[in-house]
């Protein structure tokens, strides 16, 4: 087990199934040079959360914010099944959060949160901190609730 596996246990986390996407034209990730980009993930079935409605509607803010965290560990376990091992990340660089939202939600920022929150304490201040996007959406492919996506930093 990795480095940041065991943080992630001690944390009391663990990773979901890696996401599978339905066409075989994209995959989880990507790297590129020193730069590893995802794909954008949803909540990861089966894992307590919720993951589809609309955030604001449906969904209240705090199973969104719930949601986010589950959805950054299924973009982890995403990267963890193209790397091999968690410990390659040298730093977040981006994330982009897309929340289905309900006519008037305007706490985007709040909800993925979750996310942000959940790289920060695991990769600490200085790698876990990142640039970031958090948007409304009217719309969301299968009706997720959330989708959100990533750019690592890889260590050589």
């Known amino acids: 087990m990795s480095a940041i596996e065991e943080k992630l246990a001690a944390m009391g986390h663990r990773l979901p199934p890696a996401f599978v996407y339905p066409s075989p ?4 990730c990507v790297v590129a040079g020193h730069l590893l980009y995802t794909s954008g993930h949803p909540p990861p079935a089966d894992f307590g959360v919720v993951t589809h409605g609309k955030v604001g509607g449906s ?3 705090e199973d969104a914010v719930k949601a986010a965290r589950a959805t950054a560990l299924n973009i982890l376990a995403s990267v963890k099944q193209r790397l091999g091992s968690l410990d390659r990340i040298k730093q977040v ?3 982009t959060g897309m929340v289905n939202s309900a006519a008037g939600f305007q706490r985007q920022f709040a909800v993925i949160d979750g996310a942000s929150d959940l790289f920060y304490e695991l990769f ?9 996007s958090a948007v409304g959406m009217f719309e969301l492919p299968r009706e997720y609730c959330m989708e959100i996506e990533a750019i690592f930093e890889l260590a050589s």
């Open 93 to 95: 660089v981006k994330v």
């Open 25 to 28: 034209n994209r995959i989880g």
């Open 59 to 61: 969904v209240s803010e």
């Open 124 to 132: 600490g201040p200085e790698a876990g901190q990142h640039a970031r």
